[in-house]
């Protein structure tokens, strides 16, 4: 980081978030929803058996399973939806910094 009191864009720094975000929605994508998908550990339910609250059990488990399903697509989505934010920054830098130069030079005239 730049300075006290200079302001400086870290391409770099950027890039690594982009890359530390890649690495946690290839776990998700590749390790955690193909456990819930078919033939994952957590795709069947447990075998609740015919005791008292085992029609609550099913119920509460194939909520559950459907809450946690739509949450990990909702953090799927974030993270793409950061990656490609922070890549429009990284894209955008250049043209921003020529703006924000031309900005100071005319303002210094």
Same mark, same amino acid.
């Given at each position: ?5 200079? $302001?400086?864009? =870290?391409?770099? #720094?950027? $890039? ?8 946690? $929605? ?23 058996? #015919? ?9 509460? #488990? ?13 953090? $799927? ?13 990284? =894209? ?12 100071? =030079?005319?303002?210094?005239?």
């Amino acid at each position: 980081m730049a300075g006290s009191g200079e $302001r400086k864009f =870290d391409e770099e #720094y950027l $890039r690594e978030w982009i890359e530390l975000l890649d690495g946690q $929605r290839e776990k998700l994508e590749n390790e955690l929803q193909p456990m819930m998908q078919d033939g994952g550990d957590l795709h069947k339910e447990p075998a609740f058996g #015919y005791m008292d609250g085992s029609n609550t059990a099913r119920t509460n #488990y194939g909520e559950f399973h459907s809450t946690v399903w739509s949450n990990l697509e909702k953090i $799927r989505k974030t993270i793409y939806g950061l990656q490609e934010s922070l890549q429009k920054s990284i =894209d955008n830098s250049g043209s921003a910094e020529d703006a924000n130069t031309t900005g100071l =030079d005319n303002a210094a005239q």
